[in-house]
């Protein structure tokens, strides 16, 4: 069965600290995986894929297979990425999203 | 820029009253989705459809039903609203292809009183 987890909740960090998102799946398939981000009173939208393997406001993610996870990462990060981010794998069914449970990020100045 | 309109980004009903969530995609996708978004469970797939009058039940389809007569507009009904049913509902449209990113609209807020 599919199943992504984020282990934590909330996350908090000062601005120019590094930032990690962690994102564990269950998949028996070959994965495709994506961060989505909602910041405050906009609707949700795509970060990142895994498959595009780019950089977007200066977060990447890498698919590591072994460890069944695709963290999310910045090396600095600012006041303007506080958001909720969820991680969301995509499973053999018709385009749909397995979405985990959030994880709220707050950058403090 | 796919657009994805929610008829209604607040509304109020009461308990018992049969309500209709409307959502537009204007991109041509097939595959359109509605979500329910609750803090601390994240987004949970209520129904999806792959193509007109298709329809696929997600994780929580109970209380809800869905229409999908025209390949741009999909519908969710709360056939008999209750209070458990206040929530953020959130649409979202995907084109049939493989791999592709869902497309989210504004959400609407439900209060069911």
């Known amino acids: 069965a599919q199943r992504v987890t984020q282990p934590e909740k909330l996350l908090s960090v000062f601005k120019g600290a590094p930032v990690e998102l962690k994102c564990n799946y269950s998949?028996?398939?070959?994965?495709?995986l994506f961060w989505y981000v909602q910041y405050s009173r906009q609707r949700l939208q795509l970060l990142l894929r895994h498959i595009s393997r780019e950089s977007i406001k200066g977060f990447t993610a890498d698919l590591n297979k072994g460890e069944t996870s695709f963290h999310l990462k910045k090396p600095f990060a600012q006041e303007e990425d506080s958001a909720m981010y969820y991680c969301?794998?995509?499973?053999?069914?018709?385009?749909?999203?397995?979405f985990g449970r959030g994880t709220q990020l707050t950058v403090w100045p | 820029d796919v657009k994805v309109t929610q008829s209604s980004r607040y509304l109020v009903k009461r308990t018992g009253e049969k309500v209709f969530l409307e959502c537009v995609q204007d991109m041509d996708h097939e595959n359109m989705f509605w979500y329910r978004q609750d803090p601390g469970l994240g987004l949970r797939l209520i129904y999806f459809?792959?193509?007109?009058?298709?329809?696929e039940k997600g994780d929580i389809p109970e209380g809800y039903s869905v229409s999908r007569e025209k390949k741009e507009r999909f519908s969710l009904i709360l056939e008999s609203a209750s209070t458990n049913q206040t929530s953020m509902y959130l649409c979202a449209s995907s084109p049939r292809q493989g791999g592709q990113p869902q497309h989210f609209g504004d959400g609407t807020r439900l209060s069911i009183l």
């Open positions: 969301a794998l995509m499973g053999s069914t018709l385009g749909r999203l397995y």
């Open positions: 459809s792959y193509d007109v009058k298709m329809k």
């Open positions: 998949y028996s398939g070959s994965p495709e």
